[in-house]
């Protein structure tokens, strides 16, 4: 694997290292070998599906608070989507600051996301299809998520979302007291 670093510290692009013939090919999406190396979470306890139907639906942003605080390692494996991830750490130099990249079935990609994050995608296809590494369980108390349209954060979304579920069109912008940015410093 190879582990591109993005513009905020400690998340990651990964490209798979493809050995083939005239079969197709092999390669490894995850090798705790390989993460611990890369100083990266080695322990995953669920492995999530997410199929959405239409291109253009917004999924996030979501997080965990601490004690539940999750990493995340995210493929799409059909179709295509843009990944967005925001870095919520308190005192972090790129606190508010967030990263995008096109995860596709055909470039195999992946996102890191680490604990402190908030994460979401918009699908750039219909019948955009992920899969993720998940490194704690889902907590409803330890939810939140941050308003996909927050203008102290600017995402550039490559369209407008066309289908989004009510909860995350309802999530608040970067409220310090909704969101527990503090708890976050250690996440």
């Known amino acids: 694997m190879i582990f591109n670093q993005t513009p905020l510290a400690g998340a990651y692009t990964i490209e798979l290292e493809k050995r083939g013939d005239d079969r197709g090919f ?3 999406m ?3 070998e390989e993460f611990r190396q890369a100083g990266l979470e080695t322990r995953f306890l669920q492995v999530n599906n997410s199929l959405s139907g239409l291109k253009g639906t917004l999924r996030g942003l979501h997080y965990q608070l601490p004690p539940a605080a999750e990493v995340k390692v995210v493929r ?3 179709g295509a989507l843009w990944d967005v991830i925001v870095d919520l750490r308190a005192g972090s130099p790129n606190f508010g600051k967030w990263f995008g990249a096109e995860l596709s079935e055909n470039n195999r990609s992946m996102m890191y996301v680490p604990r ?3 994460h979401g995608f918009l699908t750039l296809t219909d019948d955009a299809e992920a899969i ?3 490194s704690a369980p889902y907590s409803p108390e330890h939810e939140r998520g941050v ?5 102290d954060i600017n995402i550039e979304w490559p369209s407008e979302p ?4 009510e909860k995350d069109r309802q999530w608040p912008g970067l409220d310090p007291e909704f969101h ?3 708890r976050m410093r250690n996440a």
């Open 26 to 28: 092999f390669a490894r």
């Open 30 to 32: 995850f090798c705790e």
């Open 76 to 78: 799409c494996v059909r």
């Open 116 to 118: 402190g994050f908030a």
């Open 132 to 134: 993720y590494l998940v």
């Open 147 to 151: 308003n996909y349209k927050d203008p």
């Open 162 to 165: 066309v289908e989004i579920s």
């Open 180 to 182: 527990g940015f503090e």
